[in-house]
């Protein structure tokens, strides 16, 4: 008997059955990876740490309604998703305890308690702000310099005062000028050095009067600042303590729950295709020769 050169025709589908299986695999695992990475790199992104975006993914993308495509392209409820937009999505808030942790947030926000602790310290606070902005608004128009000020009409008033402190001051050293070249007029050293000497003593003198007049008012303008800045903080630090009291009592009454992720199991990925019958497991979205558009299988990678 003749030598056969090709197998038979029944080895010959077998053969080609086992490489479709093998390229379905391998195009599972290249779409897993895409959407998982995708989806891991986008959870990290929003906060979580290594470990838990890695669990994360993994129960979302295990979903029954979660279906993976060529290219990690994500199906849920008749959308087509990016992994890093998927990470976004309700599902995804559903299942990190996103979900849970805004309607949580809302409630206690919206707790009459709450709200009205919130009103009396936003009072407290806008009258201590007001009370030192008034008070930085006189020092600054007092002393009438309007280089301390970004308020342009503040700036204007306070550079038209004729009895600011930076006036007063100028007026005194111009006076005490007019003293010197008096002076050195009669006693014929006007062209001397007597009045060179003289000029230089009273520019001393107001060099020195308007630093130390600066100085004071900048110290002033800190404390001020400063004390802004603590009514800020007690503002801030009171919101907290009541959003934490408002929290309690509301889990307390069980109004609210604890912001969990919910107890959730891996239960195997879906792609393109569910398993109810073994034609769509085999050929699903095959469309003739080369490698299959999208692949059918679930269970665990």
Known sequence: MAPRDWPPKKDLGKARRQARRGERREARQEAFGTAFSGLTNALRES?????????????????????????????????????????????ADFVTGRTAERRNKAAIEGDPGYLQELASLGLTRDEALAALDEQRRRQILDFGDPSFTNDPRLAGEAGANPFSTSRMMRQAYDQQLSGVRQASNRLGTLFGGGYASGVAGADRAYAGQSTEAIRSLQDL?????????????????????????????????????????????????????????????????????????????????
């Open 221 to 301: 303008l800190a404390g001020l600042s400063k004390q802004s800045a603590g009514a800020r903080q007690s503002y801030e630090l009171g919101r907290g303590a009541s959003l934490q009291s408002a929290a309690q009592r509301l889990l307390e009454s069980g109004q609210i729950h604890a912001a969990l992720p919910p107890s959730l199991k891996n239960l195997g990925y879906n792609y393109w295709n569910d398993r109810r019958n073994r034609k769509s497991e085999l050929y699903a979205g095959w469309k003739g020769r080369g490698r299959p558009n999208y692949v059918s299988w679930k269970g665990r990678m």
């Open 47 to 91: 906060g979580l740490g290594n470990d838990e975006a890695d669990r994360f993914s993994r129960l979302i993308l295990s979903r029954p309604s979660v279906t993976i495509g060529r290219g990690g392209r994500i199906r849920h409820k008749g959308q087509r998703y990016d992994a890093a937009d998927f990470a976004t999505s309700a599902l």
